[in-house]
């Protein structure tokens, strides 16, 4: 008698489309390159004598330190432009933290499993990884900062060193998987031009000014 027809979903399996495989495979290399990259992720990992080091660097790019000192500037300034600038940088961390979070909760990946749960200030989102917020703050933050500071060509380099090693210190202390971090790179760089579009001024926003 004949075989009875596979169901469609058994099909699917045995005969998988290209985008599926190719998918999977850089999934797995994701993972892979992440487990062998996370070479902080415990003080008993390869470099876990760095890892304090790596902690700092990831308290500079953390969202709580760069929303107080931008309040705190924003309240001592009594220059009309600085109070622009700043105000539009706050504008930008508070969009960039909401982003990130309908991001997370919509994505829902779960960090690397050799992650330790020992994060400065975090909240509920933060048990997943996609996309890196601390990679997304730094290029937010760089491109900010270059575009509005008159800073000196070492200043310059020194602060896209600082937002490329943010990201690093990431996949290093077992945070985030690679892609993680790269996406949160793009997004942050991204995310600046919505920023630049939207520009609070005193024209666009005079009730908000008005407050200052």
């Known amino acids: 008698s004949a075989a009875a027809p596979l169901p469609e979903e058994d099909c699917m399996k045995l005969n998988p489309s290209f985008l599926g495989i ?3 495979s850089l999934l797995a290399i994701d ?7 996370g070479v902080c992720a415990g003080e008993g990992s390869a470099w876990g004598s760095v890892r304090p080091l790596m902690k700092v660097i990831e308290v500079s790019g953390h969202g709580i330190p760069w929303l107080l000192g931008t309040f705190y500037g924003l309240c001592q300034s009594d220059s009309s432009a600085a109070r622009e600038v700043l105000l539009n940088l706050l504008f930008a961390l508070l969009l960039d933290l909401v982003l990130v979070a309908v991001v997370k909760g919509l994505v829902k990946r779960r ?3 050799h992650n330790k749960m ?3 200030v975090t909240i509920s989102v933060d048990k997943y990884s996609f996309p890196s917020g601390h990679a997304t703050r730094a290029a937010l933050v760089c491109r900010f900062i270059l575009h509005h500071l008159v800073l000196a060509i070492p200043l310059r380099v020194l602060v896209v060193l600082w ?4 990201g690093v210190s990431r996949v290093m202390l077992g945070r985030h998987n690679v892609t993680d971090v ?7 760089y991204a995310l600046y031009s919505v920023v630049e579009y939207c520009w609070l001024s005193p024209l666009s926003a005079p009730a908000l000014f ?3």
């Open 118 to 120: 020992d994060m400065f």
């Open 210 to 212: 008005a407050l200052w």
């Open 22 to 24: 190719a998918l999977s």
């Open 111 to 113: 960090r690397p499993t």
């Open 182 to 188: 790269l996406f949160g790179l793009l997004l942050g």
């Open 31 to 37: 993972l892979w390159a992440s487990k062998r990259l």
């Open 163 to 166: 937002a490329l090693i943010v």
